[in-house]
């Protein structure tokens, strides 16, 4: 797998972006890397050196239409905080 297909987008919310200051940034990954894939990809993307990496699976959350049922797609989050040596991440500094 290619470093730019196990790291889908920077996930932009109002509590991720809090936690920036401490140098903590949330991606959504591929659902079938595993921990080291993922470092090497962050590091190899950002130029950045990686002190801890923490994975949560989300589970599709149950959506109705009518009589259907079906679920929305499941994710991979990944939490990811950087050596205190460490340059930040630019998309997360832009405004």
């Known amino acids: ?6 790291i889908r987008r920077p996930i ?3 509590a991720t972006m809090a936690q920036t200051e401490n140098k ?3 991606f959504e990954v591929d659902t079938r ?8 990809a962050l ?7 990686i002190a801890g ?3 949560a699976n989300v589970r599709g959350k149950k959506k109705r239409q009518g009589r259907y049922v079906g679920y929305t797609r499941k ?9 205190a040596d460490s340059k930040d991440i630019e998309i997360f500094n832009e405004g």
């Open 1 to 6: 797998m290619d470093a730019h297909d196990i």
């Open 12 to 14: 932009i919310t109002e």
């Open 24 to 26: 903590r940034y949330v």
């Open 33 to 40: 890397a595993t921990k080291p894939e993922i470092k090497k």
């Open 43 to 49: 590091e190899q993307i950002f130029d950045v050196k």
């Open 53 to 55: 990496l923490n994975t």
């Open 75 to 83: 994710l991979k989050k990944a939490t990811v905080t950087l050596a």
